[in-house]
């Protein structure tokens, strides 16, 4: 289907972001219906069928506010009350104008009462079952008693069939159009709901993995904290030995609380959604605590932490979300990267961007976890110096990245170690 199309058909009948499917199936009923009503006007009259005429013109009124009130103020409930009371009304009493039982009228009445299944909730079911068996079988018993009430309009076996064979056509037309259109409808929202389900169970088995992730992973770091505590109780250390075991609790602690950093900024993402507030942020500024909480680890671990920080920069993000990328990329850094070893951060201009670059010279990445490197499948590893993480990291990155309209990659390094590059917009 063409883009012009689809947006002619959002126009006509709703958009489904904001329309429901029987909100939709209803406008498009009645946008077919006011089209075949109106042919009827002028077709009824040069028949002869004059109050037909007259009828059809004050259905297409009628069906032209009854879509005015679905389409424009969403009332289709009483859309629908509205439309199957008139067109039945209408339909009786042309009943009479149109030959009675010899001429077009059930017909119509079969068309009106399909429609009205087609587009009424279940509950209305059977009051407009009623509705129509009562009004047809009334018009037939009241005709069968007073034949001259019904009015002799077909002069000819030629007016007869100039009749019926149109309305047989037009009804089987709308039969057809509307039977494909709700079979279309449902097998897209059948689609949608599946794909919705497929979505759920997959979310539902990373949370469940991530989960059992957490569980076991945070046993370790306060394992070693408890062991610290109580070797530090039972054991009367001598100062430089009682100074490495809090130097190497308090880096511990700092990794634990990183890990369960990230897991509360991700859990009240699941429960609040991505709420994102861009503003111009100088980048140097952002970055620079980031850094100074960071100098523990790589300290630890005699990593050396050059920066070619651009203090110009201002870009258009979130300042918590780009602190969180920032810690997680300088984080992952240091956890890969050995003893010895070199991280590098730099900032610069690229265009319209700017260009956030974490360099290490660490173990890279295997190439068989680079392609769910930014998922919640990637499975966590040790770092160099024995360090786990949860793997939720780097998920977190991409996810914060796209929500600030920016990009994050990575390349392995030919000399050893890999790169990660993170674009964000730069600030007007």
Not at 56 to 66: N, P, R
Request: with cysteine; charged share 20%.
């Amino acid at each position: 289907m063409s883009q012009r199309v689809k947006q002619f058909l959002n126009f006509l009948i709703g958009d489904p972001q904001l329309f429901t499917l029987e909100n939709r199936i209803f406008n498009a009923i009645c946008a077919i219906s006011l089209f075949i009503i109106a042919i009827n006007v002028p077709y009824n009259y040069i028949t002869g069928l004059t109050v037909t005429s007259l009828i059809f013109a004050f259905l297409v009124v009628a069906f032209s506010f009854i879509y005015f009130l679905s389409r424009y103020r969403k009332k289709v409930d009483i859309s629908i009350v509205i439309a199957v009371i008139v067109i039945n009304a209408m339909f009786g009493i042309n009943y009479f104008y149109s030959g009675g039982i010899q001429g077009a009228s059930l017909l119509s009445f079969t068309l009106s009462f399909f429609l009205a299944m087609l587009i009424s909730p279940p509950k209305q079911y059977y009051w407009w079952l009623a509705l129509n068996l009562l009004t047809v079988l009334g018009l037939i018993a009241w005709e069968y008693y007073h034949p001259a009430s019904v009015e002799a309009v077909y002069k000819t076996r030629r007016d007869i069939f100039a009749d019926m064979t149109p309305t047989y056509i037009i009804n089987v037309a709308v039969i057809f159009i509307g039977t494909v259109y709700l079979k279309n409808a449902y097998n897209n929202e059948k689609k949608r709901g599946e794909e919705k389900t497929r979505s759920l169970e997959m979310m539902n088995t990373e949370k469940s993995k991530l989960f059992s992730l957490i569980s076991h992973d945070l046993r370790n770091p306060l394992a070693a904290i408890q062991s610290y505590l109580q070797l530090m109780r039972e054991i009367e250390l001598d100062p430089e030995n009682k100074t490495q075991i809090e130097t190497e609790l308090l880096y511990v602690v700092n990794s634990t609380q990183e890990m369960l950093y990230n897991i509360l900024v991700w859990s009240k993402t699941q429960m609040d959604g991505l709420n994102v507030n861009l503003i111009p942020v100088d980048v140097a500024s952002a970055i620079h605590p980031i850094l100074k909480i960071n100098k523990m680890a790589v300290s630890k671990k005699k990593i050396a932490l050059d920066t070619n920080i651009d203090a110009s920069i201002k870009v258009m993000a979130d300042i918590n979300m780009l602190q969180l990328i920032v810690r997680n990329l300088l984080g992952n850094a240091a956890k890969f990267t050995p003893s010895g070893g070199t991280i590098f951060i730099k900032t610069s201009r690229s265009g319209d961007k700017c260009l956030i670059e974490v360099k290490d010279s660490g173990v890279g990445i295997d190439l068989a976890r680079q392609a769910d490197i930014f998922s919640l499948k990637v499975r966590s590893t040790f770092g160099t110096d024995n360090e786990k993480g949860i793997g939720l990291g780097l998920f977190l990155c991409k996810e914060y990245t796209t929500a600030q309209q920016g990009t994050i990659w990575f390349e392995n390094n030919l000399e050893g170690g890999s790169s990660f590059y993170l674009e964000l917009p730069l600030a007007n």
